[in-house]
Nanobody
């Protein structure tokens, strides 16, 4: 009943852009901190970005700072990840996750997870 659904992934050339969406159903995201994570084949899951429920604070992994932007539209019950200047090393399955509260916690504390969307950056 409580679901997060990612969309917007696909195949893009290096230097290109994608915008990922994380849409919630069964609950409202207004009071949830949202994180984006990614996992490449053979690698551990890593945090990409996080936006607090208040929307007043965001954070990014060093590898994506200056290239990715996280935002939220509570009216649409959706969180976005704008990804610019994509690199082959950005290739991964991207997941969004929600945690009740106004803080970006460690990944294991997030309450709800989507099924992921594939992002492939290749020439």
């Amino acid at each position: 009943q409580l679901q997060l659904v990612e969309s917007g992934g696909g195949l893009v050339q290096p230097g290109g852009s994608l915008r990922l969406s994380c849409a919630a159903s069964g609950f409202t995201l207004d009071y949830y901190t949202i994180g984006w994570f990614r996992q490449a084949p053979g690698k551990e899951r890593e945090g990409v970005s996080c936006i607090r429920s208040s929307g007043g604070s965001t954070n990014y992994a060093d590898s994506v700072k200056g290239r990715f932007t996280i935002s939220r539209d509570n009216a649409k019950n959706t969180v976005y990840l704008q990804m610019n200047s994509l690199k082959p090393e950005d290739t991964a399955i991207y997941y969004c996750a929600a945690d009740f509260g106004d803080f970006c916690p460690p990944s294991y504390l997030f309450d709800y997870w989507g099924q992921g969307t594939q992002v492939t950056v290749s020439s």
